[in-house]
């Protein structure tokens, strides 16, 4: 039941941590709505962005740690970096076993242009919260994003503990 439907029959939604996830997502929806537009116009979708600004930060990437950053699978990934490679905008070279990740000049060239306007436009979507505030929303979501990794973990932890466990009589 959504909370509009909630409220509609005259029910409050009990649980904090609901409603928080409920905004969450909301404010996710229109943050990521008006972030997204303008990408469109560089001919880049927002997770082919995702991949840019990460590997322009940290540039030398395998695609194991740019799945682990961008929390999708290394099939995902090899997708995503498959276009970008294709566009001209990046390049791997096989390290090892490992193939690492770098820019193009064009890659950067649309890294140095576009990420500095994108985060300008995140900054403004937030600009309802003092500097305090978004640094204490910055710092509460962390926690909660440790406890979840943390969780997961441990659940994965169980899960493998279960697929050696003989079921049979």
């Excluded at 409220?7 to 990521?32: I, K, W």
């Excluded at 294709?86 to 193939?99: L, V, Y």
């Amino acid at each position: 039941m959504t909370l509009v439907a909630a409220r509609a029959r005259g029910r409050r939604l009990r649980e904090p941590a609901v409603l928080a996830f409920l905004r969450l997502m909301r404010v996710h929806q229109q943050v990521e709505r008006v972030a997204g537009t303008p990408l469109r116009c560089f001919g880049v979708s927002l997770p082919q962005f995702d991949v840019i600004a990460h590997v322009g930060a940290a540039e030398g990437l395998t695609q194991q740690q740019l799945a682990d950053s961008l929390l999708v699978t290394k099939g995902n990934v090899t997708q995503l970096l498959d276009r970008l490679e294709h566009c001209g905008m990046i390049e791997r070279h096989q390290d090892g076993r490992a193939k690492r990740i770098w820019l193009t000049e064009r890659g950067r060239a649309l890294f140095d242009e576009v990420v500095p306007a994108h985060e300008a436009r995140i900054a403004a979507q937030f600009d309802a919260l003092t500097a305090d505030e978004q640094r204490e929303l910055a710092r509460l979501l962390g926690r909660v994003d440790r406890s979840l990794r943390e969780r997961a973990a441990a659940e994965a932890e169980d899960s493998a503990a279960c697929d050696g466990a003989d079921l049979q009589p």
